[in-house]
């Protein structure tokens, strides 16, 4: 039976969000996203965390994501602008559902994010070791890592890359968008992070982790130690 932590602030909501997984065969244990709740065993052995929000309020989704690890993060919200969904998974989440839901579609989703971290943790192995490569087809704008192969488009590859020849370092947005998209970074400019937020479900689709890429809150954006 698989675990899920339900993050909720509204008891009213999260009751019933209970009821619905429980009915689905699922182990839920529910809180609000406290420092005592982050360190409980509860998160720790959680298979999967479902963080229901008010897209304006993001701190829960922050807080989890920043210490979540491959933890698989489902994101409800009332909301369903492509805006809202976009910074939602730029801030950690691997799947987003618009509310209310369809508590069959909610199960069969929430099985597919699990299925996925499974296959990653069985099947990839990151490390220091010789086995851990990456390479890139400028032509075929194709990025290789350890035997896996993803295509991309000319903008996706190209920041990847550009990510990637500066592992260790925190690239900025406005360094991105100027030297990738060749424009300024405007204040409502989403380009980049659609771009950024692309790249990372083409990695999760070939069972690649999503943290390869990580945001930096406030600054930019990063390429994973584990290269």
């Not at 602030?9 to 699922?26: F, K, N, P």
């Amino acid at each position: 039976m698989k675990q899920v932590l339900l993050v909720d602030m509204d008891s009213t909501s999260r009751g019933a969000l209970q009821q619905v997984l429980v009915a689905e065969g699922y182990d839920v244990a529910v809180g609000n996203c406290s420092e005592q709740l982050l360190s409980k065993a509860t998160f720790v052995s959680a298979d999967l965390i479902l963080i229901a929000l008010d897209i304006n309020d993001t701190s829960a989704l922050e807080s989890i994501s920043s210490i979540g690890g491959s933890k698989p993060i489902m994101v409800l919200s009332t909301s369903d602008k492509e805006e809202d969904r976009i910074k939602a998974y730029e801030l950690g989440a691997d799947d987003f559902m618009a509310r209310p839901v369809n508590p069959r579609e909610l199960s069969i989703r929430m099985q597919a994010l699990c299925r996925r971290v499974d296959s990653t943790m069985n099947n990839v192995r990151f490390g220091h070791d010789a086995s851990n490569k990456i390479a890139f087809d400028d032509s075929r704008f194709t990025v290789s890592i350890s035997e896996t192969s993803v295509s991309l488009t000319q903008t996706e590859f190209s920041l990847f890359k550009y990510l990637f020849e500066r592992k260790g370092q925190v690239i900025t947005k406005q360094e991105l968008q100027q030297r990738i998209l060749h424009k300024e970074l405007g204040q409502f400019d989403r380009n980049l992070d659609m771009h950024i937020s692309n790249t990372r479900r083409k990695l999760a689709a070939k069972e690649l982790p999503k943290s390869l890429i990580n945001t930096v809150r406030g600054k930019g954006y990063s390429i994973s130690s584990v290269f």
